[in-house]
């Protein structure tokens, strides 16, 4: 059990729905400055980001700033009186960002992978009583990002959020990191105290996208938004596409529609227990089907058996698979889904068809 302060209990003014804003990278002061200013003049997020130490996929990118940047921090508390955060990726960033003042620590994607890094963080945290928020790892696993948490918790830190970025993929999808929101909306359900932040920026990897992934974010119950912002978004020296300025920001912030808790809405629960109801029958239908499939596989298991073939056929697999896929899209289901959906049919049925040969070998023998 991970143990969760209300964010409410920060000490930091901040409550659910929060927004988190700022560059990726901070560049220099005037950057600074000039971002702060036109925040001012918009949209003040809940709390101000900045990269100070980059992790860059290739070495000769921009590798962030480092300590200098913390001090230009003073810029943003100055002139929007909002609690900062930076990434942290090792003990000596958190001493520099702690001796800083930093209020708030997040843990960035190539940080959560490495149980090492997360240990060795929490180490230099123990007796610190800091926000840290915790990106999810870039592969899809629930276990390495809970654990993560799970350190932070046994260090003495309860004050803590999730982030998700989204995770990396080999299937090209129109995502920098496809969202995969089943991981999200699980973590919600293991541990619901725990504020879950979206960063639509890393997510879609272009600004274009960012207001679509927000929405998404929302209809799903999660509790805020990590949003890149630069007051000159081109120009940026890193994440250059996928940020917005703060005026942007607003407009995205402003159009987008809250969805409130059904627990909070009791008069709804009627229609909605009825449409749930429907989505029963429909998954009933689904399992009858499946089964039915199965049989079939089972019959096509014995006849190749009676003639000594082989259980698995690529070419005749490769090709059910692309008329499927094909299909699947004419219905608005994604390639990934149609591919993860075949694949786990495919394998079952590969073991039921194993396992009948296995019996028909023993009743021979
Ligand atoms: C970032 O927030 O700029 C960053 C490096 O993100 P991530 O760890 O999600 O890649
Ligand atoms: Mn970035």
New binding site residues.
Partial sequence: MIEVTNIEDWGLGLKKNLVIAGP?SAETPEQITQIANEMNDSFVPNIFRA?IW??RTRPGNFEGIGKEGLSWMEIVREKLNIPITV?VANAKHVEEALAAGIEILWI???TTVNPFSVQEICDSLKGVDIPVMV?NPINPDLALWKGALERLNKAGITKLAAIH?GFSSSIKTKYRNTPEWGYAVRLKEELPDLPIIC?PS?IGGKRDLIHEVSQQAYNLGLDGLMV?THHDPDNAWS?AKQQVTPARLKEIINSLVLRESITKRPELMNELERLRESVDTIDAQILDLLAQRFEQIEAIGDYKRQNNLTVFQQDRWETVTNNRVEMGKGKNMSESFMRAFLDAIHTESLKKQESRIKLADKVSV
Avoid: I, L, N, S
């Fill in positions: 990726c990269g980059k992790p990434e960035g994607a190539r990106k970025r960063d890393h890149e994440d």
